[in-house]
């Protein structure tokens, strides 16, 4: 006789928004790996990483020139959508495909894959916006790291205003709690840059838009 009992899945299944985000930043370092390898025979891919990096990091020189000039030429607006998805290495990138995967799925599957991207998508760019203002000149943004806070903070707000019970919460807000702490931390001991700027305002800006973008906005609305 046949057990009835569906069979467990090994892997919870992502919604498509977190297969967005992990297919891409694993996807981009993949070419960008086997450029730098060898396994790619094109002219130049030796150079890829490093293209990338000049064509889509966030520099403060770029965001002051915007703003003296008054341009904002679309291919450099895109820096601030663009910058998570290009890494240093592998290593970097693994761990911020890993944490995105777990991080995402908790957070779509309580607001949906479309306002996930849409709260990522502007906590990303408040982050690149800070860094831009408060790095020093000839500095880089890349890398997935204000996307993984932006997460932490969007996870941490849909708790809050969700209707989990009080440990949950304070769960929630221990989690942010820690990543904003260990990031001030290594940033006041090993130092690095201003990176942490963008990692803590994305943070903030997720908390915040998910405050107001979770569902129920139209309700909250008519009611004020």
């Not at 708790?159 to 221990?174: I, M």
Request: proline letters at 5%; a positive charge.
């Amino acid at each position: 006789m046949q057990n009835s009992t569906p069979h467990a899945r090994i892997l919870n299944p992502l919604p498509w928004g977190v297969w967005f985000l992990v297919l891409a930043i694993a996807g981009v370092e993949l070419v960008l790996w086997a450029g730098a390898h060898g396994l790619v025979n094109w002219a130049g891919s030796a150079g890829w990483r490093a293209q990338a990096i000049i064509a889509m990091g966030v520099t403060p020189d770029l965001q002051h020139w915007m703003l003296e000039t008054r341009q904002t030429p679309p291919h450099h607006l895109g820096r601030y959508l663009g910058y998570s998805f290009i890494h240093f290495g592998p290593t970097q990138a693994a761990l911020v495909v890993v944490i995105t995967a777990a991080l995402g799925k908790a957070c779509a599957d309580v607001l949906g894959s479309a306002r996930v991207l849409m709260i990522l998508a502007l906590a990303q760019a408040a982050g690149g916006l800070a860094f831009g203002t408060f790095g020093p000149s000839g500095a880089w943004l890349i890398g997935g790291y204000p996307l993984i806070f932006a997460l932490a903070g969007c996870y941490g707000a849909a708790v809050y205003a969700g209707p989990d019970d009080v440990r949950a919460k304070r769960q929630a807000a221990a989690l942010i709690s820690v990543l904003l702490g260990a990031r001030l931390m290594l940033a006041l001991t090993i130092g690095g840059g201003m990176d942490w700027v963008a990692d803590c305002v994305a943070c903030a800006a997720a908390f915040i838009a998910t405050l107001i973008l979770r569902p129920g906005l139209r309700a909250r609305i008519r009611r004020a």
